[in-house]
């Protein structure tokens, strides 16, 4: 009997900067895709009726695990445009989306983000829950998340 297991999981890269262009904080993560994001997929194999993705949003909201149901964040507080040349040409079966937010974009005690088709709403592809990244008025944050698909 032939078995075909498709996986998909991701990685979240976020890195906080102060005013002068210093790390002052990084992390690294593994995020949950989500139904959402899986039937995202599945629209877009099937014809391009569903929009590319187009935005990493961050929020606030905690204490409430990934759902594979979930559909947004807990509390969003900022959705921004991925940089320019992203999402990069997927190399093998792995694709990177990147947004920078400059300071005063936003500020405070940011706990989760999310890959989102959309300026607002739209579908969202997968979710990640961190421990507290704390932001000043003076601070910069890049979010680098790679996606990667494997059969097994």
């Avoid at 187009?54 to 990934?66: C, D, N």
Wanted: glycine share 10%; proline share 1%.
């Amino acid at each position: 009997m032939l078995n075909d297991t498709l996986k998909l999981k991701g990685r979240v890269g976020i890195v906080v900067k102060d005013k002068n262009g210093n790390v002052k904080e990084t992390r690294d993560v593994n995020n949950l895709v989500v139904d959402d994001g899986l039937n995202f997929i599945a629209r877009r194999m099937h014809g391009t009726s569903a929009g590319v993705m187009s935005h990493i949003a961050v929020g606030t909201g905690s204490g409430q695990a990934s759902a594979a149901g979930r559909t947004a964040l807990i509390t969003e507080t900022h959705r921004e445009a991925l940089d320019s040349g992203f999402p990069a040409t997927p190399t093998g079966t792995s694709i990177t989306y990147k947004a920078s937010l400059e300071a005063n974009d936003v500020t405070g005690a940011l706990t989760e983000a999310a890959i989102f088709n959309n300026s607002s709403g739209g579908d969202m592809l997968c979710r990640v829950e961190f421990g507290t990244v704390t932001l000043t008025s003076t601070d910069s944050l890049v979010i680098e998340w790679t996606i990667s698909l494997t059969a097994s």
